[in-house]
């Protein structure tokens, strides 16, 4: 019997793609620019999937449940203002440094993937979940 897909399921597999390209940037696998450019826009689709595809589908009365969502909203916009930086000293030529960003992006993943996404998956009804998994399938996150 095929297991069946998961909220967790595809964002794990995201969060696991964006650190990859974080290591890409930081490692020089590809241009700087390349790697940057790359790791930007699905971090932007990320968030775009979480906020608008999965945040807005989810109509929690549960309290915890909210705060666990604002959390993840403000380390968006931490990590935005980020990787913001990284990009201005990527243009003026500057040796630009991951670690913090690196360290915020593996914090927000084991939050989400260990306790909002399963969290949902539990919470949610099959109706609430079947809506969730197509818009994030819309969105088209990469596969690696």
Same mark, same amino acid.
């Given at each position: 019997?095929?297991?069946?897909? !998961?909220?967790?399921?595809?964002?794990?597999? =995201? =969060? !696991?793609?964006?650190?990859?390209?974080?290591?890409?940037?930081?490692?020089?696998?590809?241009?700087?620019?390349?790697?940057?450019?790359?790791?930007?826009?699905?971090?932007?689709?990320?968030?775009? !999937?979480? @906020?608008?595809?999965?945040? &807005?589908?989810?109509?929690?009365?549960?309290?915890?449940?909210?705060?666990?969502?604002?959390?993840?909203?403000?380390?968006?916009?931490?990590?935005?203002?980020?990787?913001? #930086?990284?990009?201005?000293?990527?243009? !003026?030529?500057?040796?630009?440094?991951?670690? &913090?960003?690196? &360290?915020?992006?593996?914090?927000?993943?084991?939050? &989400?993937?260990?306790?909002?996404?399963?969290?949902?998956?539990? @919470?949610?009804?099959?109706?609430? #979940? #079947?809506?969730?998994?197509?818009?994030?399938? @819309?969105?088209?996150?990469?596969?690696?």
């Amino acid at each position: 019997m095929e297991k069946p897909i !998961t909220v967790s399921g595809l964002m794990l597999r =995201h =969060h !696991t793609l964006i650190e990859v390209l974080v290591e890409y940037l930081e490692n020089n696998f590809r241009s700087k620019i390349e790697s940057f450019d790359e790791l930007k826009w699905e971090l932007e689709k990320h968030i775009f !999937t979480e @906020e608008k595809g999965i945040f &807005e589908c989810c109509d929690s009365k549960d309290k915890e449940t909210e705060e666990m969502i604002k959390r993840i909203i403000k380390e968006h916009k931490d990590m935005l203002n980020m990787l913001n #930086k990284i990009e201005n000293k990527l243009m !003026t030529k500057e040796s630009i440094g991951v670690a &913090e960003f690196l &360290e915020l992006l593996k914090e927000h993943r084991i939050f &989400e993937d260990e306790y909002l996404y399963p969290r949902l998956d539990r @919470e949610l009804n099959k109706e609430q #979940k #079947k809506e969730i998994i197509k818009r994030i399938n @819309e969105v088209h996150l990469k596969d690696f």
